[in-house]
């Protein structure tokens, strides 16, 4: 699990001459191993959350503590080196890389980590599998259906068993089947591994799946729910 302290985070960013306001002051604290729902409109400012949670963005003010350390004040490479260790990241766009199959892609973040090629292939296959795309192992993204794109980056996001998954959007393409499958691997990894998982959404079907929930309107948390109770 991960200990994840946000506090009065801003972002701003600038287009031409005017500011957009993406991200208004965001204080949240996550200190068991939940599965938290970030809900809201598009633009209300959910992919920079959790691009700014992930280090792959930074902000205009505030900060962002993970597991006791300061994401803000850590310089590249120890950022790198937690990402790959520790965050699965699940991008709305997916980034896969379109020269390497499936499982070459699943497996790239255990090489990184030193994993052989024989070990990381097998466990690539596996999460490959618990997704429903063994069959299309050996394909390329660009052979691929945009659902079946956004499993292999799920798979990709959990082959490293990360202490904390964000997830921007990951049953977005997906139909019943298929999210459900998505969903009940990560309710797995949450109960049986600790692992907490960030995820944005606009799918009625991720709902019943959240520890809580966390509506976020034009950059600010509007309501919070924890399993149905309303807090301020
Ligand atoms: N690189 C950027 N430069 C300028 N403005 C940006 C940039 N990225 C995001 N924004 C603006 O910040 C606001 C929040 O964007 P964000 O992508 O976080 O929204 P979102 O909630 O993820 O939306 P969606 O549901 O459509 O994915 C929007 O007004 C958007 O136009
Ligand atoms: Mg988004």
Redesign the pocket.
Known sequence: MSKIEIVSLT?K???GHTT????RGIDVCIDSPEIIG?V????????????ILGGI?VPTSGSVWINGENIGTMNDNQRTAMRRRDIGFIF?SFNLIPVLTACENVSLPLLALGFSQKESQKKALNLLERVGLIREAKQRPDELSGGQRQRVAVARALVIEPKLVLA??PTANLDGESGRNVLELMHGMNHEMKTTFLL?T?DPRVLPYLDRRMY?ED?LITKTEINGEHLA
Request: no cysteine; proline share 3%.
């Open positions: 972002k960013y600038m287009l957009v306001d993406a991200l970030i809201g409109p598009s633009g209300s400012g959910k992919s920079t959350l959790l691009n963005d709305q921007d959007e944005s606009h976020l950059g």
